[in-house]
């Protein structure tokens, strides 16, 4: 059995028989077909089962995935998927997703495929969006800038009496960021994370404001009001941590009222173990029974931070990351606390982490932004 280009004509005529029999044609004929890409499978010249697949930017759909009745259970649609996945990573593709029958996402999820949002009803169907994301081949540098008092600081170890003043304007830090070519910024209110409430929202919506960067936002983010302040002002992630651990329903209702790929869940760890309220309350949380649980729910970004290692400059928890990975590889982890050198980040790189967050290292000049800019490109 081959997987080979397929002709439209016979697609319309499968998907008709297969999956609409009792609706008028014109229903399988989908507006995007000419644009899409159409594989199956022939049998003495007959096509026996076909999908459609559609790209839109970096993600990749696949529709209409559907075997002739006589041709079921015979591995048909495993190679076609099979095929599909191939096209998607040819492409360099960041994401593959379709539109899944209820009844077949165990089939998907073979794939690597997780499901998204909630299901609805089409003709009769039940449906739920599956999708499997890549990581991309570099790793994303993204630096740190942490506010007490509207003001640019680094702690050690999470310890807020051992706090450094850097800069007392971030915006000014935000600008050097952006005109050494980085996109990201990761903005930590720590007033707001020992408060449990945002605080320093002027800071984000001032450095939204005047800058390109896309900026993720962390500290205090507790309740709708918070959240709501943090998109207001320009966040294009909420990096959601105590929530995460302490109220999943919430976080639950928010991933489905903003769409999972507006979040990212922090992870803060000392001993592999959860900690939370800017890193002053232990838990008795897992690390990985976390990760693990929130990635089940189709949440894909995840940064960690050892807090053993964070503001340290000894290098970061190469193998507590490595450990993850190893537990949950679809997810993409970005690693923070601990580097001290580009080549703790090659190491990073190495690890499969698909960003590192920067701080201390820029701040008392061990990685000059020229060295973040080169290993960026």
């Known amino acids: 059995m081959q997987v080979v280009k397929a002709r439209i004509e016979d697609v319309w005529k499968l998907r008709h028989e297969v999956m609409y029999p009792n609706e008028p044609f014109e229903v399988v004929q989908l507006k995007e077909d000419a644009l899409g890409h159409h594989l199956g499978i022939y049998i003495d010249g007959e096509l026996a089962s076909a999908v459609s697949l559609f790209e839109s930017g970096k993600a990749v759909q696949f529709r209409k995935l559907a075997t002739r009745t006589v041709w079921q259970r015979k591995g048909f649609a495993r190679l076609l998927l099979e095929a599909t996945e191939t096209f998607a990573k040819q492409r360099k593709a960041d994401k593959l997703w379709c539109n ?30 599956m999708e499997k994301t890549y990581k991309q081949e570099h790793m994303e540098i993204i630096p740190a800038i942490d506010i007490i008092d509207g003001k640019c600081v680094r702690l050690s170890k999470g310890d807020y009496d051992q706090k450094k003043v850097y800069n007392e304007n971030p915006l000014e830090v935000a600008l050097s960021f952006e005109d050494a070519g980085l996109r990201r910024l990761h903005l930590v209110d720590l007033d707001g994370a020992k408060a449990g409430a945002v605080k320093n929202w002027k800071v984000l919506e001032q450095l939204a404001g005047k800058t390109g960067l896309q900026i993720d936002f962390s500290g205090g983010i507790s309740s709708d009001k918070n959240l709501a302040i943090t998109f207001d002002s320009g966040a294009a992630y909420a990096a959601i941590g105590s929530v995460a651990v302490k109220n999943e329903s919430i976080l639950l209702q928010w991933l489905a009222q903003y769409g999972v790929e507006n979040f990212i869940l922090g992870a803060d760890v000392l001993d592999e173990k959860i900690q939370i309220k800017g890193w002053t309350e232990a838990t008795d949380i897992n690390i990985f029974d976390f990760i693990k649980n929130y990635a089940a729910k189709g ?19 190469n193998d507590l990351y490595q450990k993850i990975l190893s537990q949950i590889p679809e997810i993409n982890l970005i690693a923070s606390g601990g580097v001290s050198s580009v080549n703790d980040l090659e190491l990073l790189k190495e690890t499969g982490c698909s960003g590192a967050i920067v701080g201390k290292a820029i701040y008392e000049n061990r990685i000059t932004l020229q060295e973040l800019k080169m290993f960026n490109d």
């Open 100 to 129: 899944a029958r209820l009844s077949a996402t165990a089939l998907y999820e073979k794939l690597g495929m997780r499901p998204k949002g909630s299901a609805w009803t089409r003709l009769g169907h039940d449906f739920i969006i």
């Open 299 to 317: 949440v894909q970004q995840f940064f960690c931070t050892d807090i053993s290692k964070d503001g340290l400059l000894q290098g970061s928890s």
